[in-house]
């Protein structure tokens, strides 16, 4: 009787394990921001300039996150079928050091440090056939001994061009790129050449 019981107790969990592959459920779908594109800046940097990017808690989750600001604006909420490679904090910081050629802060001996603090990051839908990708924070300018030079508050927005998590992540990836150029326009409207030598 004992190993009728076994026999039972290893054929469900081997059901359970192979459920997602026979049964009717997708495969879950995995997305980054695409290939690095190339670097924006004419030339590399003489000095380098370090990139610390922080963020709440929540953003260490994989989930693609989505609001229904027609149903309930501040319930986050997340595909089920569907994550981010990484987390989406360290995967903005690392295509902004692609694209900015800027360090990790700590590393090296730069002479100013960019701080991103991001406060949203997610799909907002208006309605069920309008939604955005929404990236929103601030970035402060400091110095070596982390005074600070200059502040700029965040609020970039893409439309989606389906309202599902592939839209979502289109959206959101080109939120990403639109920050990289504002940040190098920035670095040079408030006199940013000083940090980078």
């Keep these: 009787m ?69 149903v309930d604006v501040a319930r986050l909420r997340e595909y089920a079928r569907a994550r981010w490679a990484g987390p989406p904090a360290q995967m903005i910081q690392q295509r902004l050091m692609q694209q900015l050629d800027y360090s990790i802060s700590g590393q090296g001996q730069a002479r100013c440090l960019v701080r991103l603090e991001i406060t949203e990051f997610s799909q907002l839908f208006a309605s069920p056939e309008s939604s955005k990708g929404v990236l929103q924070g601030r970035v402060v300018l400091l110095d070596q001994s ?42 040079t409207s408030q006199g940013a050449g000083i940090c980078a030598g």
């Design 2 to 70: 004992r190993w009728l019981l076994s026999l039972l107790l290893c054929g469900l969990l081997s059901a359970c394990f192979t459920a997602g592959k026979r049964g009717g459920d997708s495969a879950l779908a995995v997305y980054d921001f695409g290939p690095a594109p190339m670097s924006l800046l004419a030339a590399p940097r003489k000095q380098p300039m370090a990139l610390e990017v922080r963020a709440p808690l929540w953003f260490d989750s994989l989930g693609i996150d989505y609001r229904l600001a027609y």
């Design 146 to 187: 982390r005074r600070q030079l200059a502040e700029l508050d965040l609020r970039i927005e893409k439309m989606a061009v389906s309202h599902d998590a592939r839209g979502g992540v289109s959206a959101l990836t080109a939120t990403v790129e639109q920050l990289a150029a504002d940040l190098l326009a920035w670095e």
